[in-house]
């Protein structure tokens, strides 16, 4: 079975509005990580947060991480067309931080 | 740099064919690995690799082969081709995680069918 989902499966916004993911995980974890995928294309590494930090951000990304609830989300502010494209959240499955387990992502249309 | 290259882009194969699928690195990773992507399913691990000579199972090992003879390469071989291999495939390469890495770099896929 899947360690991380991600919820909603998909979102469709406006360009300016802001998006939210969300990813709850079931075991513990050294760290989580984002990625985008555009449609065709290979994955792309967008944050790294690690398990004894809560908030990280990075330009218009802003990735939460609660272990308790076992659960992150990521926030894109001010969309863009550009932002249109598949999130997956992935967490390392073993002690060695190996193994990193993707969700099934949550696909983001931004409309212009 | 050319970072992770992955061949051939696209392959059709007949049910119980074998073929390699390849995979090479130039960043001087340790870490590397091997995905299948289907609709709806996300990302699944199929086998890694923490350095030469050491390889482990993902979540859907089976009807795959790896080896690792050098850092830059890491092969995945199906045995005897079925249908439901039909797939796109990634590699991904990275620093270990406990050397500060774990941020995976990922090719640019191959589109496998098997008709």
């Known amino acids: 079975s899947q360690q991380g989902e991600e919820d909603p499966q998909a979102l469709s916004i406006q360009e300016g509005e802001n998006a939210t993911m969300n990813c709850s995980y079931k075991t513990s974890i050294n760290n989580l990580q984002w990625y985008r995928q555009n449609s065709g294309r290979g994955l792309v590494h967008l944050i790294l947060i690690r398990s004894n930090e809560r908030e990280k951000h990075s330009g218009r990304l802003r990735v939460t991480l609660d272990t308790s609830k076992k659960s992150s989300s990521l926030l894109i502010t001010a969309s863009r067309a550009a932002d249109t494209a598949s999130y997956f959240c992935a967490t390392d499955a073993n002690q060695a931080g190996t193994a990193l387990i993707f969700g099934k992502g949550t696909t983001l249309s931004v409309s212009s | 740099n050319a970072g992770v290259t992955q061949t051939p882009k696209f392959q059709v194969l007949k049910t119980g064919q074998s073929m390699t699928l390849q995979c090479a690195q130039d960043m001087n990773h340790e870490y590397m690995s091997w995905y299948r992507q289907d609709p709806g399913m996300g990302l699944r691990l199929i086998h890694y690799s923490v350095g030469a000579g050491i390889t482990d199972q993902g979540e859907v090992p089976n009807g795959y082969n790896v080896s690792r003879s050098t850092t830059e390469d890491f092969p995945l071989r199906l045995l005897s081709a079925a249908p439901s291999q039909t797939s796109v495939y990634f590699c991904?390469?990275?620093?270990?995680?406990?050397?500060?890495?774990?941020?995976?770099?990922f090719g640019s896929g191959t589109q496998l069918s098997v008709l």
């Open positions: 991904a390469s990275s620093s270990l995680p406990g050397q500060g890495g774990g941020k995976l770099f």
